[in-house]
């Protein structure tokens, strides 16, 4: 029988091993750890959605990021180490010119990665949603296997057994202040983590009219603030730069999630100087200042060609006080952990990256793996994806919930559907469908969903999906853990 919050074993919680036998009695099954200590600690005693910051029993990964070891089939090329690049001591300055695109390379390591291939055969003999349906019910099972209940209901009960409330608000859209567009799915790196299975392969693509219906939204919805373009590698979108001059116009801050080797793709060469001169937000993906772990996990050369790239935006001002140029970078876990403090690990990245190429950067932010795609194909194939879970849920944040990037954003998918977030998207887990409006009879384009859920063309302004419920799934998990997850990085200062 499941028992409620209070019964949580602190001691269990604080066994900080990463198998599923540490679950705690809560969950529904024996606890091995003895008996549970009388319900006092920081962790249940309140949910305060604001200052309590539980004890947690995996918030331990080191900073020295660099050192973390990650096992794979293929070797990588000892050709650009961190280590070779440290020696040389003196600043690296690396140059952005006649680099060729990357897009051959990425196409040789997918053929080559054994994890791909599988990936692309069960894609083939099963089609995109089955193979997601499938994904989903892996997650569950897992959680079936360790007593655990869905992500709302678990919520619910924290909520009740916390306040004596029901939790009506928590999973609901507030007013919205971020639009997220994905704006299309090719990219010319193929990351083994990515969320969304991009690649040089992958086409799809916004279209015009569906990029002017969101920035007739846009225009329409004076509590948004932040135009957020992602992919894919948004800028090798037919649609980049018009969304995001407009996004400018109209006077809002617009982010490029950039992958920076985009820039340096033949036919990019003047984008680096459209982005800052239009004073885009450029928030970029660098799991690591160390070439072995960058390259290990988003393909070989991506780690040189991505400094080349920040130095190009370095010397357009980005990153220097008083530009008004913000670059972020962010970090992602190698493996199956969740990520050190952000804090520290930024003031080491800061460190590493100016001492060996005289790097500069505004913020670093730290993104839990969320077990969606590809990461769950990586923890299935390495018999993780149990004890993954198993880790999420013990180190459930209450502090963590009201930063949910979902209650404040909407996500456009490259079709024009609405989802709750970029995760939920690549699930296909559409938003709820407001009540109280209308599709549009003059679209252009059917309902993509096939009327199952909202698209663009069912709302004319971002007010209209306030006070929706949130569609949530076992991948939620991932947000709530340690110090919390979003598209800004952690939600929680720890
Ligand atoms: S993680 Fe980003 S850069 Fe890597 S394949 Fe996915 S979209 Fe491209
Ligand atoms: S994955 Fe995270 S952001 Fe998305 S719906 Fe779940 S809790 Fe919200």
Known sequence: MLRLPSSICRRALRGGTLTSGSTPEFWGRANPHGPCLPPTSAFHTHLNLHNSVPDLPDFNTSVDIHEHKLARP?????????????????????KMAKMDSLIPETLREMEKDEEFKITAQKLKEMGQAKLTREERKKKQRALDHLGIPSFRDFLKRFHHEETGEKCNSL?????????????????????????VESSPRRKEMMDRETAE?????????????????????????????????????????VIDR????ALLEPGQEDTAEFLAKNGITVIASLPC??????????????????????????????????????????????????????GPLEQKYK??????????????????????????????????LEGYMDM??????????????????????????????????????????????????????????????????????????????IVTDTHCFGCTAGSGSSCQGATVSL
């Open 392 to 469: 999420l849920v013990r180190n459930f944040n209450p502090a963590a919930v009201e930063g949910l990037m979902c209650r404040n954003t909407i996500n456009v998918g490259w079709d024009g559907r609405i989802f709750d977030c970029d995760l939920n998207q690549q699930l296909d887990l559409q938003s709820r469908r407001p009540l109280n409006v209308q599709t549009d009879a003059t679209s252009p384009h059917p309902i993509p969903s096939g009327g199952k859920g909202p698209s663009v063309w069912d709302i004319s302004t971002a007010a209209d999906v306030i006070d929706l419920g």
């Open 171 to 195: 999973l609901r859209k507030i007013e919205i202040e971020i639009l997220q567009l994905n704006i299309g799915l090719h990219c010319n790196q193929a990351c083994n983590h990515c969320h």
């Open 213 to 253: 219906k969101c920035m007739a939204i846009l225009e329409s919805s004076p509590s948004v603030h932040t135009l957020d373009l992602t992919g894919g590698a948004p800028e090798l979108c037919s649609q980049f730069r018009y969304l995001a001059s407009e996004g400018r116009r109209m006077g809002r801050e």
């Open 258 to 261: 950039c992958n920076l080797t």
């Open 289 to 342: 200042y160390s070439a072995k772990n960058v390259n290990i996990q988003r393909g070989s050369q991506v780690f040189q060609r991505s400094m080349v790239a920040l130095q190009t935006l370095n010397d357009l001002g980005y990153g220097h006080p008083d530009s008004g140029l913000e670059i972020h970078l962010v970090y992602n876990p190698l493996g199956a952990f969740l990520p050190p403090p952000q």
């Open 74 to 94: 293929v070797k990588p090329t000892q050709s650009t180490t961190n280590a070779q690049l440290q020696k040389k001591k003196e600043r690296v300055k690396l």
């Open 351 to 384: 460190e590493e990256l100016d001492e060996a190429f005289g790097i500069k950067f505004n913020n670093l932010y730290t993104i839990t793996n969320i077990p969606v795609k590809r990461f769950t194909d990586f923890l299935v194939r390495r018999n993780e």
